[in-house]
């Protein structure tokens, strides 16, 4: 998910600049989940404002099912559309996510942020 992250940050800052291009963050998960849309969505579409893509984001979120997750994010003009997608196929991908995260985390002090590498 963090390269997720990383490929949608900079699609929305290439795309800033170009006004033709609306811009959706949609997200499907079980039907069990609480949340909706989810942190993470949020969280991708925080990235996208900050990468400084202004416009207006359309924000949607399914829940069905057994689903794990999957997060849409899309850029549209009248020429063409770009999507960006991550689907999770099970909790294998989380949970060797968390494992790195604690072990990247030793040593460190401070607020500390995986994605982008940084701590203070």
């Known amino acids: ?23 959706w963050a949609w ?18 579409v925080e990235e996208m404002k900050k990468a400084g893509f202004a416009r207006s984001i359309d924000v949607s979120s399914n829940r069905a099912g057994a689903h794990p997750g999957t997060h ?6 009248a020429a063409d559309t770009i999507t960006l997608r991550h689907t999770a196929r099970s909790r294998e991908g989380f949970a060797r996510g968390a ?3 604690a072990q990247w985390v030793v040593g460190r002090k401070g ?10």
């Open 72 to 77: 849409e994010i899309g850029f549209d003009s």
């Open 111 to 120: 607020f500390l942020n995986l994605a982008t590498d940084e701590h203070g």
């Open 1 to 23: 998910m963090n390269a997720f992250l990383r490929l949608v940050s900079e699609a929305a800052r290439l795309l800033a600049s170009e006004p033709e291009y609306g811009a």
């Open 99 to 101: 494992l790195k995260a």
């Open 27 to 44: 997200e499907v998960h079980h039907s069990t989940k609480k949340d909706a849309p989810s942190g993470t969505l949020l969280r991708l």
